[in-house]
């Protein structure tokens, strides 16, 4: 039963046991003539926080394994493999690492921001049914692949799109948070890799960024206590969880 439990169940489920009063807007956004309108997957207290849950699966999975097989290929190093994988030491074995590096780590994040932009399509379009003042839009990014890979160009990555290099190039302006969160099973305990990531917008106010971040704070113990994660949540010698503000 554990395998067939991803993270993004573990997320949906903590949110339902945090917030056990929270509404469903996927439910509450019907146009007539048999339309919806497009909707977060969570608003919680009282509808101060809409939440959008996103995910990486086993076909970005299988992707990311083709790419590395057409990268080796390409440096005269094929290689195949059956069962769990740790890109970093395959990579490590390959004629030139640090251009393979490069390319996995792009084709990768830009996985990421394509599920970035439909998150911001989303709360575009509810906002315009449902506007509301103040309203805190997290999205949370759930890997739910069995890659044992290091977080740090994730932060990295998505840090850069969402505006730290310049607020006229940002594909989520809408967006005030983004969390993602790995399976620490699969997370390597290595510097700058944190299984629960939350990047946080600078420009929101004081109250605004306390909100989103005890929403990350509440959201990772209730993820680090599911049963299967715990051990190895705690394990980690570096901190399992980082904030940082964009």
């Not at 997320?11 to 009063?21: A, G, H, N, P, Q």
């Not at 004629?95 to 970035?116: E, I």
């Not at 839009?137 to 890659?147: A, F, G, H, Q």
């Not at 109250?207 to 949540?233: K, T």
Request: hydrophobic residues 35%.
């Amino acid at each position: 039963m554990e395998n067939t439990i991803s993270v993004d169940d573990v997320v949906r489920m903590s949110i339902e046991d945090l917030f056990r009063d929270q509404l469903i807007p996927d439910e509450m956004n019907r146009l007539g003539n048999g339309k919806q309108h497009k909707a977060p997957d969570h608003l919680i207290l009282d509808g101060e926080i809409a939440i959008e849950r996103k995910s990486r699966n086993a076909v970005d999975q299988s992707q990311f394994y083709e790419k590395l097989q057409k990268i080796a290929d390409q440096q005269g190093a094929p290689f195949w493999a059956v069962g769990r994988m740790n890109f970093k030491a395959i990579i490590r074995q390959l004629p030139d690492p640090d251009s393979a590096t490069k390319k996995m780590t792009d084709f990768m994040m830009n996985q990421v921001m394509k599920t970035v932009r439909k998150s911001e399509k989303k709360f575009e379009e509810y906002e315009k049914f449902v506007p509301k003042d103040g309203q805190l839009r997290v999205l949370i990014i759930s890997d739910n692949t069995k890659i044992r890979e290091g977080t740090a160009s994730i932060e990295h990555f998505i840090g850069r799109k969402v505006g730290a290099l310049s607020s006229t190039n940002d594909p989520a302006q809408i967006l005030d948070a983004i969390f993602y969160i790995k399976d620490p099973r699969y997370t390597l305990d290595e510097r700058d890799s944190y299984w629960f990531k939350v990047l946080i917008r600078e420009r929101l106010s004081a109250d605004r960024r306390q909100r989103a971040n005890g929403l990350a704070a509440a959201l990772h113990h209730r993820i680090s206590h599911y049963g299967p994660y715990f051990q190895a949540a705690g394990a980690f010698t570096r901190s399992s969880f980082r904030t940082c503000f964009v």
